[in-house]
C-alpha cells in the first residue's frame, strides 16, 4: 500500500535551518508530483512547496520563496524541503503529499518548531 513517511522535524532557532525527509513507497513515485504542506495550530493546511514529477518544476507559496527549496531523488523514492532562514511563522506540521489526477496520499506528519 502507500506510505509517505516524513522525518527531519525539530526545534529550531529563529534563522536557522531544517531539511525535511519523505519516503514514499507502494506506487510509481516518479509519476507523482509531491507537495509539501504545513498546518499550524488554529489554521488551515496550506500548500508549501509542490515539485512535478519528472519534470522537476517545482512552485512556492510566496511565504517560503527564496528560503525554501524542494527537491526529490526519484532513484530513492524520497522528497525533501530545505528550510533555511526560519521564522517563527514556519512553525507548524508539515506534511507529505503525493498527488496525481484526482488521487491524493498523506504521510502523518513531522512538526517543526522555531523558537529561541
Known amino acids: 500500500q502507500v506510505q509517505l513517511v516524513e522525518s527531519g522535524g525539530g526545534l529550531v532557532q529563529p534563522g536557522g535551518s531544517l531539511r525535511l525527509s519523505c519516503a514514499a513507497s507502494?506506487?510509481?513515485?516518479?509519476?507523482?508530483?509531491m507537495c509539501w504542506y504545513r498546518q499550524a495550530p488554529g489554521k488551515e493546511r496550506e500548500l508549501v512547496a509542490r515539485?512535478?514529477?519528472?519534470?522537476?518544476?517545482?512552485n512556492y507559496a510566496d511565504s517560503v520563496k527564496g528560503r525554501f527549496t524542494i527537491s526529490r531523488d526519484n532513484a530513492k523514492n524520497t522528497v525533501y524541503l530545505q528550510m533555511n532562514s526560519l521564522k517563527p511563522e514556519d512553525s507548524g506540521v508539515y506534511y507529505c503529499?503525493?498527488?496525481?489526477?484526482?488521487?491524493?496520499?498523506w504521510g502523518q506528519g513531522t512538526q517543526v518548531t522555531v523558537s529561541s
Open positions: 515539485i512535478a514529477g519528472t519534470s522537476g518544476i517545482t
Open positions: 507502494g506506487f510509481t513515485f516518479s509519476s507523482y508530483a
Open positions: 503529499n503525493a498527488v496525481r489526477g484526482f488521487y491524493n496520499s
